[in-house]
Every structure is written in structure tokens, then in C-alpha cells.
């Protein structure tokens, strides 16, 4: 065997190690026994898609019925898993739980995430995550890093428009000109981040990538949508606006056409 093949096969041996173990420490020590085994099963380290039951539990824990104190802490059990891994099957799974639970979990789960996120380091901030245990793992890492930007952008869109794009009725078309003004450009820089998650080299083949890519390319559309609407209810407003306004506007339309 090639010392990269054995290299290869030690690590993932580890990582499987590392699980059982991480699995073992929480039916012993842990107050949410359940719900930490659901983490780890969800995001180990087996190059695979995550079995469907174990995000269920996940995202049945952080639904508005469960306490608050639960969902914070299923947010921290996720952001301890980001935050340890130099993994990129660990950090891509993980980052799909949190995007799985952002698209079909209640707004209460984005109004947590931004809050945690407001109280410590920001989770979804992987612009230093690398796995360089191979040529293959680097492609991946790169794309897990945009795909990071990508759903820390689409939290901060919501922290905007004050609703989901994608779960959301759309509302661009009726907005008033301010209202305008600020939501576009955040509709603009989330489709901005959308186009930058395009996968290169070994991405493009991985599987678990293709799953992710899935969910995002699934939401560019609303988001174009949201755009076209608002782009064309500023025009009908452009020249009742003030000049400061038709600046801003003439600056949203030239990205639009970029775009």
C-alpha cells in the first residue's frame, strides 16, 4: 500500500475512533445524552451523507417547541464541532445541519443563531478552515469556506429583511423606497455569495458537496426572484426619490446588471 493510501486510511480510522469515542463520553457525562449523540452521528467523520434520522432529532431540538435553553445549547454543541474539526467531511456535514435547519425550522431558530452569534465568535465564520490531509481534502476545504460565507450571509439577510427568502413569501414588489434601499443590497450580496459557491477542482465530483450545492442552487432562485421584483418596483418609484435615494438606486440597478 502507498504511504498515502496508509496515511489516508490511518486518518479515517482516528476519526471514526474520535466518534465512537465523542459517542461513548456523551451516554455517560452528558445532561442532553440524546441530542449530543445526534450531533456527532449527523457530522462524523465517514465521508458519506448523514443519516436522515439523525438530523431529524437535531431539528426536531432546536424547533420552537423545545426550550430556548435546548435549542442554545444544540447551537453550541454545533459550534463546538465546527470550531474542533480540521476535518472537511466533519465541518461540510455540520454546516448542512445548520443550513437544513435554517430552511424548515421556525424563524425562532435564526432569531438564536443570530444572538449566539452576537454573544461569542461567530460559528459560521470558517474563513480559516482547512483540511490539508490531501489534494482532494484542500478542493473541499475551499468550498466549505464559501459555502460558510454563503449561509453566514444568508443569516444576516434575514437579520434584514426581518423574514426568510426561501421560506417566505416574497416581498420585494410592495416595499417602499427605503425599505428598498436596504433590503437590496442585502438581497444582492446573498445571490453574490450564491454564485461564489460554484465548486472547483475535486469539488466537483464529492458527493456531500453535490448534496449541499443542491440546497443552495434550489434557493437562488427565490433570491433572483426577490431581486427582479424590488429592481423593477424602484424603477416605478425613481423619479419621485430623492437625489441621495436615486444614487443608491442607480448603484443597485448597475449590480443587477452584473449579476
Same mark, same amino acid.
Given at each position: 500500500?502507498?504511504?498515502?493510501?496508509?496515511?489516508?486510511?490511518?486518518? !479515517? =480510522?482516528?476519526?471514526?475512533?474520535?466518534?465512537? =469515542?465523542?459517542?461513548?463520553?456523551?451516554?455517560?457525562?452528558? &445532561?442532553?445524552?440524546?441530542?449530543? %449523540?445526534?450531533?456527532?452521528?449527523? =457530522?462524523?467523520?465517514?465521508?458519506?451523507?448523514? !443519516?436522515?434520522?439523525?438530523?431529524?432529532? %437535531?431539528?426536531?431540538?432546536?424547533?420552537?417547541?423545545?426550550?430556548?435553553?435546548?435549542?442554545?445549547?444544540?447551537?453550541?454543541?454545533?459550534?463546538? $464541532?465546527?470550531? $474542533? =474539526?480540521?476535518?472537511?467531511?466533519?465541518?461540510?456535514?455540520?454546516? %448542512?445541519?445548520?443550513?437544513?435547519?435554517?430552511?424548515?425550522?421556525?424563524?425562532?431558530?435564526?432569531?438564536?443563531?443570530?444572538?449566539?452569534?452576537? /454573544?461569542? /465568535?461567530?460559528?459560521?465564520?470558517?474563513?480559516?478552515?482547512?483540511?490539508? /490531509?490531501?489534494?482532494?481534502?484542500?478542493?473541499?476545504?475551499?468550498? @466549505?469556506?464559501?459555502? #460558510?460565507?454563503?449561509?453566514?450571509?444568508?443569516?444576516?439577510?434575514?437579520?434584514?429583511?426581518?423574514?426568510?427568502?426561501?421560506?417566505?413569501?416574497?416581498?420585494?414588489?410592495?416595499?417602499?423606497?427605503?425599505?428598498?434601499?436596504?433590503?437590496?443590497? #442585502?438581497?444582492?450580496?446573498?445571490?453574490?455569495?450564491?454564485?461564489?459557491?460554484?465548486?472547483?477542482?475535486? #469539488?466537483?465530483?464529492?458527493?456531500? @458537496?453535490?448534496? #449541499?450545492?443542491?440546497?443552495?442552487?434550489? &434557493?437562488? %432562485?427565490?433570491?433572483?426572484?426577490?431581486?427582479?421584483?424590488?429592481?423593477?418596483?424602484?424603477?416605478?418609484?425613481?423619479?419621485?426619490?430623492?437625489?441621495?435615494?436615486?444614487?443608491?438606486?442607480?448603484?443597485?440597478?448597475?449590480?443587477?446588471?452584473?449579476?
Amino acid at each position: 500500500m502507498s504511504g498515502g493510501g496508509s496515511q489516508n486510511s490511518l486518518r !479515517k =480510522t482516528l476519526g471514526a475512533l474520535k466518534d465512537t =469515542t465523542t459517542v461513548n463520553l456523551a451516554k455517560i457525562n452528558s &445532561e442532553y445524552k440524546e441530542l449530543d %449523540i445526534a450531533v456527532v452521528k449527523a =457530522t462524523n467523520h465517514v465521508e458519506k451523507p448523514a !443519516k436522515e434520522r439523525h438530523i431529524r432529532a %437535531i431539528l426536531l431540538s432546536v424547533s420552537s417547541l423545545r426550550p430556548r435553553a435546548d435549542v442554545a445549547y444544540c447551537i453550541h454543541a454545533l459550534a463546538r $464541532r465546527l470550531s $474542533r =474539526t480540521h476535518n472537511w467531511a466533519v465541518a461540510l456535514k455540520t454546516l %448542512i445541519v445548520i443550513h437544513r435547519a435554517l430552511r424548515e425550522v421556525d424563524p425562532s431558530f435564526h432569531e438564536v443563531l443570530l444572538n449566539y452569534g452576537q /454573544s461569542s /465568535s461567530h460559528m459560521l465564520n470558517m474563513a480559516h478552515f482547512k483540511d490539508d /490531509s490531501s489534494p482532494n481534502a484542500w478542493d473541499y476545504s475551499a468550498w @466549505i469556506r464559501s459555502y #460558510a460565507l454563503f449561509l453566514e450571509e444568508r443569516l444576516e439577510c434575514f437579520r434584514i429583511l426581518k423574514y426568510d427568502v426561501e421560506a417566505d413569501p416574497l416581498r420585494t414588489k410592495d416595499l417602499d423606497t427605503r425599505d428598498l434601499l436596504e433590503q437590496l443590497p #442585502a438581497l444582492q450580496q446573498l445571490l453574490y455569495r450564491v454564485l461564489g459557491c460554484q465548486p472547483q477542482g475535486a #469539488a466537483t465530483h464529492n458527493m456531500i @458537496i453535490q448534496m #449541499a450545492l443542491s440546497l443552495v442552487a434550489s &434557493e437562488s %432562485i427565490k433570491i433572483y426572484n426577490a431581486i427582479s421584483d424590488g429592481t423593477a418596483n424602484l424603477v416605478d418609484k425613481f423619479f419621485e426619490m430623492q437625489k441621495a435615494d436615486a444614487l443608491k438606486a442607480l448603484d443597485i440597478y448597475r449590480l443587477s446588471g452584473q449579476q
